[in-house]
Each structure stands twice: as C-alpha cells, then as structure tokens.
C-alpha cells in the first residue's frame, strides 16, 4: 500500500494550503540497511498555521532515500539553515507538512508491477481451463476491474471532501497577487478577505489568468481555501469519475462472460 498511499498524499498535497516557514536544521544523513547504506536530506522547518507553531521534517512526499550522496546534497543545497520556505500542511491534520507536493514517480513502478503480476496469474490461470484466447481475456478483464476501482478510490478519497466543501463551505472572491510559478508547479497565489481576516493562498489556476478569482473555503478554517472553478470542482471530478465506473462496467462484463464460458465447459463435459 506504499505506492498507493505515496500516490495519494502526492496528488492530495498539491491542493493544500500554505504557509511561510523556515529552516532551522538542514544536512546530510546516512543510514544503514540491507543492501547498503542510503542518503537522506535531514532538513528541518519550522511554521505556524491559525496560531499554532509546528515542525516538519519531511521534504517531498516520497522522501525515502538514495544512494547517491550528490543527490541528497543537491537537496541540501536548497534549503540552507535561515531560508524562508513555503510549506504545504494538511488543513485537517496541519502537523503534517511538506515542502515539495510531488512525488518522484516511484509509485507508479509499483503500481505496474502490481499489474504485470496479477495479469500474468489471470493470463496463466485462464489458459488451464480455456485456452490462450480467454486467458487474453481474463487477464484484461482484470486489468479493466482493477483500473476501474483504483480510479474511483482516487475519486472518493481525492475530489469527495471538495465536493463535501462546495455543498458546506462559504465563497468569496479573492484577488491574484502573483501570477503562476515559473518552476515547480503553476500555482496561483491569490489574496482574499474572510470578516476582518486577510488569507493568502497558493493554488492552481485551471483557466486564463485573472485579476479576480472565486476562492471556496470552509467556514470553521477560511484559511484553507481552494480557487473555485466549474472544471475543477465539477467537470474533471464527474469526468474522472465516468471513466472508473465505465472500466469496473466493462471488466466485470468480460469477468462474467468468462464465467459463462467456463459453466458452458464444465456442462458440456
């Protein structure tokens, strides 16, 4: 579950709210393991959300190590001791934070291997009781079911607590006050007002850039806001969702014509 947690924090983080923090420790680690020793950027950060100071430690989602020491200390390099940060928190748990919202990839190398394997078992397994033609088969009817249901996971646990905050949640309209990032991901930062608070907000901007834009926000935390548009809140959302619900429909088709085949054998002999 590695893979998919790393995936899913990875694709969550990059919709969290931010705030200014700083580096208070930063230096190469070295661990031991099995298969030698690995390289970590030890970098530490402070940062305070609605009051409350917390640490961090953590610098991208993925943040697992490497062998080559040049790469930690590129890391390294980035976040000297004294520099201002921006640090992605959790609006429901804000001591969970990141510097870098993204993920390296690896977990995509899991989910295929993952793949590979249970299509070669549905291939292997087919073709004891039916040939290699619905071996084929089998083993894409898998693929469809898995495909689908991983889809609306990722629906279910990335786009329901948006969808939870556009029925509960309050809008306003907040002003850019910086256009999207040159580097790293092109994020909107955009200024709006809640009562006698002022809140700032990095977030990505899914039309043409704008002086004024509708910011979505939860009334018990305004702080954690997101930039409001149809096509990110609706259309995208309902698209995604359409696709996982048609790729679970079209596997279980062919998991049940394969069943048929198998009762019309086992009648037959």
């Known amino acids: 579950m590695t893979a998919w ?3 899913w924090t990875g ?3 990059a919709h969290w709210p931010t705030t200014e923090g700083q580096i208070v420790a930063s230096q190469v680690g070295e661990r031991d393991g099995l298969d030698g020793g690995t390289y970590h950027a030890e970098v530490h950060y402070s940062y305070g959300v609605a009051g409350a100071k917390y640490q961090g430690k953590r610098v991208a989602v993925d943040d697992s190590g490497t062998n080559h020491r040049g790469r930690a200390e590129k890391i390294v390099d980035r976040y000297p001791v004294g520099a201002k940060v921006t640090v992605f928190y959790n609006p429901n748990r804000p001591e969970k934070a990141v510097l870098e919202p ?3 990839g690896g977990w995509l190398l899991w989910f295929v291997m993952g793949f590979l394997f249970i299509w070669i078992i549905a291939v ?3 073709a ?5 033609l619905h071996s ?16 609306l996971v990722t629906c279910y646990r990335g786009y329901w607590p948006i ?3 556009a029925w509960a949640g309050d809008i306003t309209q907040g002003k850019v006050v910086r256009g999207p990032e040159k580097k790293g991901p092109r994020r909107t930062m955009v200024e709006y007002q809640v009562g006698d608070q002022t809140h700032r907000i990095r977030d990505y901007e899914h039309s043409n850039p704008r002086k004024t834009v509708d910011v979505l926000y939860p009334r018990d935390k305004p702080e954690a806001g997101m930039i409001y548009s149809f096509a990110a809140v609706w259309l995208v959302p309902f698209l995604a969702l359409a696709a996982g619900v048609g790729f679970t429909l079209v596997g279980g088709l062919l998991l049940r014509s394969f069943a048929n085949g198998l009762k019309r054998s086992g009648k037959a002999a």
């Open 102 to 104: 993204k993920t390296t």
């Open 136 to 151: 084929v088969l089998l083993g894409f009817a898998i693929l469809f079911v898995m495909a689908g249901l991983i889809i």
């Open 11 to 13: 694709s969550a983080a």
């Open 124 to 126: 292997y397994w087919g």
């Open 163 to 165: 969808w939870q905050l």
């Open 128 to 132: 004891l009781f039916k040939g290699l």
């Open 5 to 7: 947690n790393q995936f």
